[in-house]
């Protein structure tokens, strides 16, 4: 009889204390356990967007006829027009020197391909004659205004 109380008690205190660990769910009784925090999930950085056409032009179809007619119109077309469209030559109004000065620019900033010096002549004439600068301003063209 003694023998079985004893184990009675021990069988009951053991699952006492295994229910109250089980069950202890507000951690009073584990004040020292981690609380286990999940790593967050490493989300694998997209690579950069890189628009391999950024700051190109748009691409044109644009043909000869696009240009005015004019002495040197195809050479300055086929010059002209390996990276963008008329459009842009066309909103220009400009002096021979800012002619000159804006093939520069397409040579040394847009890396246009070197021309020849005769052809740099003759592509000039035809843009300084073609566009020059339209200094008389809006509505210099009207008819009835004169
Ligand atoms: C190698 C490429 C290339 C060639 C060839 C080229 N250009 Fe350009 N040009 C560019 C680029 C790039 C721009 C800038 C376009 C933009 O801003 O969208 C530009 C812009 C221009 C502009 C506008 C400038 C402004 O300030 O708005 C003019 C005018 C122009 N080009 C004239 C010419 C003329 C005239 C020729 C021939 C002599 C020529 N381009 C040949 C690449 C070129």
């Not at 769910?25 to 056409?53: E, S």
């Not at 391909?113 to 566009?131: C, G, N, Q, S, V």
């Amino acid at each position: 009889m003694t023998r079985l109380n004893v184990i009675h008690a021990a069988v009951i205190g053991l699952t006492a204390t295994f229910l109250l660990l089980a069950f202890d769910r507000g951690g009073a009784l584990h004040r020292d356990q981690h609380v286990y925090v999940p790593p967050a999930p490493k989300v694998a950085a997209a690579p950069p967007v890189v628009d391999p056409d950024k700051g190109k032009p748009p691409p044109h179809n644009d043909t000869v006829e696009d240009l005015p007619e004019g002495k040197n119109r195809d050479l300055t077309f086929y010059t002209c027009t390996a990276c963008h469209g008329v459009a842009l030559i066309k909103a220009q109004g400009l002096t021979r020197d800012l002619w000159d000065s804006t093939i520069d620019l397409m040579l040394e900033k847009h890396r246009m391909p070197p021309i020849k010096a005769e052809e740099r002549t003759e592509i000039l004439d035809y843009l300084a004659e073609t566009f020059p600068p339209r200094r008389k301003g809006r509505g210099s063209d009207n008819p009835f205004l004169k």
